[in-house]
């Protein structure tokens, strides 16, 4: 950590400042110059986390070194982190298809799409059944109702499911139901939520805050991570900016970004990202050619009746033609599906 | 709300949106013009919120007319609502001003900031029990040890306190410690959240996400009203831009913009808006002038020793000197403090 | 163009909307909703540019419905507008590279980048003679100079060239140099600039602003149209958004959207887009999977001696593999480089 | 000027960006710690402005210690600079207020207007001749016509004018006619133009770009102060953010900061910052209380027929209103109108 002390500094605020950093065990490290005293604090940054030394006296600003997340960083760790999910492998060469309705809406519904998608290649279903939604007018999910039919569709169709958690008094019902916690942007920073998660021992799908930056996302798998469970799937779904084309703006610069910063595999939801059904097949081409390790959709075989999600929901026949539009820019990078 | 249809847009396509809106128990309205045509739904545009017209064949575009929230609308309630808490009253002539720690961090130091900010003009005593931190090496906050401190602190300073909840599981307790329960930016769309705290008769003081828009704001109002509980005042916080002098741009255009929309009371957070203490009080100035019902502000005797967010924190002293400021403010547009 | 008026309208303040509608020659149609009334303008809404309805008494809100640029629209003009500059077509089944030094630093220089950028399979040169940039204690370019040596690269490795245009006093002079003129981000609403070059007839790369909308980007681009000129290709090259691992926020999503909207091609740039080297090669194959019509990169032999953008230059040997690595993105959609 | 190196940087990577640094005439200070090496940069870092040091190899990040503007910093100059404009001064006790027409329409028009502000206490007339509009369709002003009748109305009422500049070519033709040359947003980063005017004397109003930084704002300033013209006027007019209630999010919090970093007035547009008439008066009276120096707004009789920005503009009955309520907010913190 480096601390700019200001032009009329006194010397007793470079001492306090010094004298701080011993405190806290780093080793302080001083340079002053015709304009400025700069004090450069070595060691474990993180000691310092609780001081808040911008308030101290003579302070101009305080500049981090080291990134505030350790057990997620790449540098922790430097292969790539592999998930298992009951037989399927996240993070490795072949790109992970996930796919779902938004909402499960019932039992034939589920059925169905759930045995289109994995016909066309998705390994993964998706489905919500406790559903966020930003009015209290609109549909709320099935619930526990909905997790009993994706415990069904799983063991119909042999495919791993994973399905959104919301509330921390939901942890042990939902894991009876699923093979990966999904925690949505709106939760992204529900710290309660990520430290219970953490202390199990499933695998979390934790996807990117409308408005958190890169590191902000790592700091919040750091949360799990510090728990204990590493089995951390970070997914980026879109920010929130002033263009209003797309219902959110799919940050495809995060994947290799996030790549570099970290060990963890990245996945990219071009549904929500876009909140268009128009373009979710050429930005999910995109997002693996930036480098994604897989991706999730929604799926509805009639879009126009779907009670949550219809307008960024592909048909089953849009999707089949979306993995096969994947499967050829998987090739041309050395992957596959 | 009004359907655009394409400019090759089918007449069956046509029909099946006035179809739709039949259904729904609204009047389709039909104008066709030479490059478009258009059709109105006349009625109760809520009943249309979970029918995803965009997903229809040949719609372009829909735009609602009504706003999606109710019974938070001023249209559905003209007077101002004004919120009681133990005597105090939020939304009327009197400009309210809640103070304290960012974070509890004892007895001693709780009472003492109690006492200064009252005696300095504090009505409301703030004091952070659950914390959310964005890095899980900071300091948690105090818990339920916090909360005892709080509710010893209200009777013996005779102010009532405000606290915030995080976690569904905590509401019980808390109501036992708190006057005033406060979710914070990060749980604005805690829809889970939301709905329980919808279900208590105390009140919420619910502070804007930090990307979230003046629309979501309200409709996260709703989802407490709706359940039952009315009593909420709003708080603008500060939103994320591209800005990096200050932590957040608090917007104080909303102060205005929420008071048209909305007959809830509003107030303004300018330490955790400007993350600036250097700038807290002239924002303070500004939001009165703004329009706003109240602040609340973070108060440490030592910033430079605070557990949590120190470097916006103001000291008694400046604290004081900002209230009188704010007085005069507040004489000058026919309030008082 | 739907003019929303309020609960409270007078009827004399719906009688004055829709004989304004009458006077500006388009078609009134009244819909009374129990809480609304709505009056729809039919006809060429241009025509209402001029008139702020939304001041008018008794009005809520103002909704247009057809796109405010006409020329640029796909609507307008159903096929690709293919732009030949040279021999070379943009906006065709091949993908087209452009490439070179941000800035213009000296003849072997230039010759040398623009030779091995040439043999690695770009196809127009770039160079800047005029620099745009934010301190004024940076390098400005080589001016005419510059543009002398662009001359002479053009002429010595047969390749078109492209450079930009700052200030309508150079018009001319860039005129005879350039044979695509290229209007920076910081220039797209540079009215002035963007009205003499639409009576020029030489292509036009107009990139978006920093904080342009994709409507704000095609509006300047009809700007350009409208007085004539329509070579246009469109540039994508970084929004400003909150996160500060890159520059900008590279918006690929804008590919697909920009296609929908115009005939017009565009291509991205990813230096500036994402300003970090280490990430351009992985955003080209991303923009080309997304469907972008080429790319304009920066190229230097030794980036950490660039007078300019050194950060974001890619060396001779890395632009190498990443046009190889384009080559095999653009063969699995179809395309070719 | 820090620049950290990487975990593995090796030992001549270091020596490199050491001997770059002494080259530059700076004096390099190393320290080393378990996880980093950390070089400073002691001296004048603007010699470094040219080097792209994060692209030397081994370097991770590069931090900046000193600001890259100098003459308009407050560092360099302590003391309020003050403008004086025919007799007004701008950045002292008194707040000035500007006001008129967003464009001139003719000469009844600007005279009635302009004795209507002037009468209700405006010392300056604004009035556009050349305007930038989004749409080529609009109304572009009555140029060099328009500038006659604002020396007219110069003459006849007595005031000093204000009018906008958008193209070099203009510079000798405009300053015959105003007193104060406005650069508008868009024009924030049209350093040809900046540069230009840095050589007139005439005091110039620098407007925020409307996704630019205060940083990038002073850098402008910077850029026309280091020409010579030091008569610099800032103005915040609103930022770009993903809020879609105001037109622009006018950021209050821009004041005091930009008063700490810089000795230049400052002023706020509340017309073009929010974009609604309605709320004009209220963020004008929370802009003085801010701080500010003054404020300029725009006046029309009847903004329902206005050829540009009716939306925003006060009737000249507001107007007075208005300038009363800011009489009374700016005598509550000592200043006077």
């Not at 592999?82 to 499960?104: D, Q, Y």
């Not at 069904?152 to 009876?176: F, G, N, Q, W, Y």
């Not at 408005?211 to 510090?226: D, G, N």
């Amino acid at each position: 950590m480096i601390i700019v002390m200001k032009p009329d500094a006194a010397k007793k605020d470079v001492e306090h400042v010094i004298k701080t950093i011993r405190d806290m065990k780093l080793r302080p490290h001083i340079s002053r110059g015709k304009e400025r005293t700069i004090i450069g604090a070595i060691g474990d940054e993180r000691n310092l986390a609780n001081i808040p030394l911008t308030t101290f006296a003579g302070v101009e600003k305080v500049l981090p070194i080291l990134s505030p997340y350790k057990v997620v960083s790449r540098e922790f760790k430097k292969e790539n982190t592999l998930i298992r999910i009951n037989g399927e492998t996240i993070g490795g060469k072949r790109v992970v298809i996930m796919a779902g309705p938004c909402s499960i809406e019932g039992r034939d519904m589920l059925l169905s799409i759930g045995k289109k998608v994995k016909s066309a290649g998705a390994s993964i279903l998706r489905g919500g059944a406790f559903k966020p939604r930003t009015s209290p007018y609109s549909f709320q999910g099935m619930g526990k109702e909905g997790l009993e039919l994706l415990k069904e569709a799983k063991h119909l169709l042999h495919m791993p499911v994973v399905t959104e958690i919301m509330d921390t008094r939901d942890i042990d019902l939902i894991a009876d139901y699923t093979d990966l916690f999904q925690v949505g942007a709106r939760n992204m920073q529900n710290f309660s939520l990520l430290k219970e998660l953490g202390s199990t021992n499933k695998p979390i799908l934790l996807k990117r805050g409308l408005s958190a930056t890169i590191k902000e996302l790592l700091m919040s798998a750091e949360y799990i991570a510090s728990k204990g469970n590493e089995k951390i799937i970070l997914c980026e779904r879109g920010i929130r900016t002033f263009e209003t084309e797309t219902r959110n703006t799919l940050d495809l610069n995060a994947i290799p970004v996030i790549k570099k910063l970290t060990h963890l595999p990245v996945i990219v939801d071009p549904s929500h990202g876009t909140g268009r059904r128009d373009i979710v097949a050429t930005m999910s081409m995109a997002a693996i050619a930036a480098g994604a390790d897989g991706i999730i959709v929604e799926v509805h075989e009639h879009p126009d009746k779907a009670l949550s999600d219809g307008e960024q929901s592909l048909t089953p026949d849009e999707f089949k033609q979306m993995v096969k539009a994947i499967g050829r820019i998987a090739h041309a990078i050395g992957r596959t599906i």
